[in-house]
């Protein structure tokens, strides 16, 4: 059953703020009402409207019109696209365990790099440290156009 997680409104004020500060195209009264296992997030307009934030790419996708149909819309017919549920089961299977609750699955190589779209490009680390991935991703690429040649820092997580 492909599964959104919810966030709470203290913490999505805050990450909406940080978000902001950071470059993403987001309102100061944006709220985020869930995310994936991939930690996309899902953001509530002022207008009631939800999209998906990629946090490596900044991207922002229209879901629906409205936070009432989300529900409909994750459990429809692009919900496991949405949620990325294949992903959580086929690293699950790989790996032979179960991703521990506070744990994202974030790319060993970037998307935007050109890494795989695939559960073998992605490992798992805690919800904090993929934020923090992912958000630097953003930051460091966001100015830089299509094709630009790139020098990669590995840091473990």
């Given at each position: 059953?492909?599964?959104l997680f919810?966030?709470?409104?203290?913490?999505?004020?805050l990450?909406?703020?940080?978000?902001?500060?950071?470059?993403y195209?987001?309102?100061?009264?944006?709220?985020?009402?869930?995310?994936?296992?991939?930690?996309?997030?899902?953001?509530?307009?002022?207008?009631?409207?939800?999209?998906?934030?990629?946090?490596?790419?900044?991207e922002?996708?229209?879901?629906?019109?409205?936070?009432?149909?989300?529900?409909?819309?994750?459990?429809?017919?692009?919900?496991?696209?949405l949620?990325?549920?294949?992903?959580?089961?086929?690293w699950?299977?790989?790996?032979?365990?179960?991703?521990?609750?506070?744990?994202r699955?974030?790319?060993?190589?970037?998307?935007?790099?050109?890494?795989?779209?695939?559960?073998?490009?992605?490992?798992?680390?805690?919800?904090?440290d993929?934020?923090?991935?992912?958000v630097?991703?953003?930051?460091?690429?966001?100015?830089?156009?299509?094709?630009?040649?790139?020098?990669?820092?590995?840091?473990?997580?």
């Amino acid at each position: 059953m492909p599964k959104l997680f919810s966030c709470d409104d203290v913490e999505s004020a805050l990450l909406v703020r940080r978000l902001i500060a950071d470059g993403y195209d987001l309102t100061d009264d944006a709220a985020i009402v869930g995310e994936n296992i991939l930690l996309d997030l899902f953001v509530k307009a002022p207008d009631g409207q939800i999209s998906r934030l990629t946090l490596e790419s900044g991207e922002i996708e229209f879901v629906c019109s409205h936070e009432s149909r989300l529900a409909a819309v994750v459990e429809g017919q692009n919900g496991n696209y949405l949620t990325a549920g294949s992903f959580l089961d086929e690293w699950q299977e790989l790996h032979q365990k179960e991703i521990e609750p506070l744990q994202r699955l974030v790319p060993t190589l970037p998307y935007i790099f050109g890494g795989e779209y695939a559960a073998k490009n992605l490992h798992s680390v805690g919800r904090e440290d993929a934020l923090g991935y992912l958000v630097g991703i953003f930051i460091q690429t966001k100015d830089l156009s299509d094709g630009t040649k790139v020098t990669f820092k590995i840091v473990d997580l």
